[in-house]
């Protein structure tokens, strides 16, 4: 069957250090991977999205790598802030015919940045 | 620009009550979807609408649950009777047809007593 698994449910750290969140999934042949943040009481924003000829995408200081390989996405937040505090979903997004496209989501890590 | 916009953010029924929600996407996104999202889990597809036409409503519980988007543009998400295993969050997303990156919502918390 299908799964995305991330690889925690919450991840604490000091600020200023890296964070390092892990998405793996099976049974998918997605076209692109996305991350998303999603704060409290809020809906889930978009960050990054890795193509599957991608190696490494970055955005300030967002890391995303895409392994297709070992079927693996890493999400980096380099010098992490108390601000970057939330749960933070991949997606995988994959054809479902007609040029559309369908996300499925895992059940997101909840990030906590320690002062 | 504004962004999709969901109505209302919180509501309390008790079950077997009707209830509905209302998503205004993002001018000039044609697609729209209903997601529901448990505590702790990630947003779960119901529906997808593409233009009037909903073109995946495999997972939307039809015995209950019903939607439409008349004039393709504002969808309503409606749920009777509601059932306790109803509560969640729904979930309203928008974006530029045959693109894939979605706009959310804030959504609306629905608690069933």
């Known amino acids: 069957s299908q799964k995305i698994e991330q690889n925690s449910e919450a991840l604490n750290i000091q600020e200023g250090k890296t964070a390092t969140l892990t998405c793996n999934y099976t049974?998918?042949?997605?076209?692109?991977l996305q991350w998303y943040r999603q704060d409290p009481g809020r809906g889930p924003v978009f960050l990054l999205l890795?193509?599957?000829n991608e190696k490494e995408k970055r955005k300030e200081r967002l890391k995303v790598t895409f392994d297709t390989t070992l079927k693996q996405s890493l999400f980096h937040i380099t010098a992490s802030q108390p601000a970057d505090s939330a749960t933070y979903l991949c997606?995988?997004?994959w054809g479902s015919g007609a040029g559309s496209y369908q996300l499925t989501f895992g059940k997101g890590t909840k990030l906590s940045v320690i002062p | 620009e504004a962004g999709v916009v969901q109505s209302p953010r919180y509501k309390i029924i008790e079950k077997k009550q009707p209830v509905a929600f209302w998503c205004n996407p993002i001018?000039?996104?044609?697609?729209l979807y209903w997601y529901l999202q448990n505590l702790g889990q990630g947003p779960e597809l119901l529906i997808r609408?593409?233009?009037?036409?909903?073109?995946?409503d495999s997972q939307l519980p039809k015995d209950r649950f019903s939607a439409e988007r008349l004039k393709g543009v504002d969808s309503t998400l409606k749920i009777q009777p509601a059932e306790l295993g109803d509560s969640a969050v729904y979930l309203c997303?928008?974006?530029?047809?045959?693109?894939?990156?979605?706009?959310f919502g804030p959504g609306t918390r629905l608690t069933v007593l």
């Open positions: 997606a995988l997004v």
């Open positions: 049974n998918y042949s997605p076209a692109y």
């Open positions: 001018s000039g996104h044609n697609t």
């Open positions: 609408y593409e233009n009037e036409e909903a073109v995946d």
């Open positions: 890795i193509r599957e």
């Open positions: 997303a928008s974006s530029l047809i045959r693109t894939d990156t979605q706009y």
